[in-house]
């Protein structure tokens, strides 16, 4: 493969350039042994994402190491100091992951910070990402920073910055860091000699004050008390989660927790799964086999950062079955705004969050209990700055999006999966105490609403040519448009790129109220829905299915759930994904 020339220059900078020996090293050997990687390593720069900044570590400018972490830090730190002109003392809050480097880019950034005469409160040892966004509004600092690749693969690591509403960074901000990252051109640039007289190390009074809020979250003690023992496993494969989740089961009154100890111990190289990811299957498989072998009631896990939380219970047959994202932001929603209702706290100002590509079942339940529902773009950032937007005015229950990322209470501002494995195991207590397993919850809650069945499929495409290809393809859908797919008339098309719905029927427009972003759904004849979007944080384009039918009694289930099992699959088929 022939290098091409501008990403030769690129690298070539890295050579010359004020950077340490190995970096130099690393990179004369893509140069002299990898054109395919030394692309993919210097075609671009890094760029903040729906997860903000996230890559491959290793030497290049699209990838993450201490120099992208530096640079991106010296740009967050002038972008500070120019939105607070006047303020006598910036503050800012730095958490980190049990990934390979996190610590150590961690500090990189502290010392960035410190030496931009910024004060940073910097966890001495990992945390979940959700205690991040706590202490960022715990600490009244204007920002946060957390190392993080989430979900993604051990070759990955990231960074995602907070504003001081304690969300991730939204417009302006976003767009105006970027900016301000994009004009330091060298490591020159960056200033990176910390003073330690002003980085403090986070102390356990942060945890506690956490773990009080979680506490106060519960709605159900009594059930709890009485279901005290029943059996759950959890597994933090290798991650965050294990500083924090069974210390806060225990605290909600959990006795019996069964924790899968071969995942127990963080570790970047997640040795025991493909991917430290609750959304595959592998990655539970541990869990799995321990919950056979002790017959338990649920099963937990969270990923690296602690901010997801995949979830397993038991069918009527007694076989344990993974749920989706779409059904456990279901039943928590469910159960939240049933237990809001019989506690008497229902006063007409309170309201849900979904993401748009989140299970329409989540609004039904809302508006049939009067709570209102918003819709915002795939992000977690967008339900934050929803909650945000709303604090003196209205009361936020809860919310989630199909990737696995749950809140419960507006003291987090982000999926928080201490919260939720808190909030499912009292969902499966509060079940068990009316004599229902938390399956027969789910098709219970189905017979009242219909049952949904939602299907995520994603097409990875790496490097530079997958993200041209990528690109095409939505270019495609936009200029081309299918008219109809597996015999249902489209009706509508939404595109948020251009802001705009399309009724078909009608050949009438309407605009839409959302950020610009490059998505696009398409609403059949029978109801249902297909969105497209390219991953923000991963090199891939997703396609989600979401469609419905009654369901008029819980043995009916099986049949159903495989008719629409084969619904999906054919739209599948025939969009020729």
Known sequence: MEIDEQILN???????????????????????????????????????????????MGAGTNRMNKYTVGMATQGLANYLHKSYPREKELRIAIAYDSRNNSKFFAKTAAD?????????????????????????????????????????????????????????????????????????????????????????????????????RVKALTLSPDAIQRQKKMKIVYTPIHGTGITLVPRCLKEFGFENVSIVE???????????????????????????????????????????????VGVAVKDPHGNFILLNGNQTASVLIYYLI???????????KEYIVKTIVTSELLKDIALKNGVGCYDVLTGFKYIA??????????????????????????????????????????????????????FELLVEMYTEFGLYKEKLKSVTMKGKAGAEEIHAMMVGYRTNPPKEIAGQAVVEIRDYLIQKIHNLKEDTFQKINQPKSDVIQFFLEDGSKITVRPSGTEPK????????????????????????????????SALNI
């Open 262 to 308: 071969a995942q127990a111990v963080p570790d970047g190289n997640f040795p025991t799964v493909i991917s430290p990811n609750p959304e595959e299957p592998n990655a539970m498989s541990l869990a799995l086999q321990q919950a056979k072998e002790i017959d338990a009631d649920l099963v937990l896990a969270t990923d690296p950062d602690a901010d997801r």
């Open 10 to 56: 690129r690298a070539k900078k890295w050579l010359e350039g004020n950077f340490d020996d190995e970096t130099k090293k690393q990179v004369q050997d893509l140069i002299d042994n990898d054109a395919t990687e030394l692309t993919d390593a210097f075609y671009r720069d890094l760029e903040f994402g729906t997860g903000g900044l996230r890559g491959i």
């Open 385 to 438: 700055e929803t909650i945000h937007s709303h604090e003196s005015t209205k009361t936020f229950i809860g919310g989630g999006e199909e990737s696995y990322g749950y809140l419960v209470g507006d003291f987090v501002r982000d999926k928080d999966a201490v919260i939720a494995c808190c909030m499912i195991a009292e969902a499966a207590a509060w079940a068990a105490d009316k004599g229902n397993s938390f």
């Open 541 to 572: 384009i997703k396609f989600y299915f979401g469609v419905k039918a009654p369901l008029e009694g819980k043995e009916a289930f099986d049949k159903v759930n495989l008719e629409l099992d084969l619904k999906v699959d054919k739209i599948i």
């Open 112 to 212: 960035v910070l410190s030496a931009n005469h910024i004060r940073v409160f910097l966890f001495e040892d990992l945390r979940p990402t959700p205690v991040l966004s706590f202490a960022v509004r715990e600490l009244h600092c204007h920002s946060g920073i957390v190392i993080t690749a989430s979900h993604n693969p051990k070759e990955y690591n990231g960074y995602k910055v907070y504003w001081k509403d304690g969300g991730q960074l939204v417009s302006p901000h976003d767009t105006n860091v970027i900016t301000e990252v994009q004009q330091i051109a060298t490591v020159n640039d960056v200033k990176w000699k910390g003073d330690r007289a002003l980085i403090n190390l986070v102390s356990e009074s942060v945890d506690t004050a956490y773990i009080d």
């Open 338 to 348: 049933t237990k809001w209702k019989e506690n008497g706290k229902l006063k007409g």
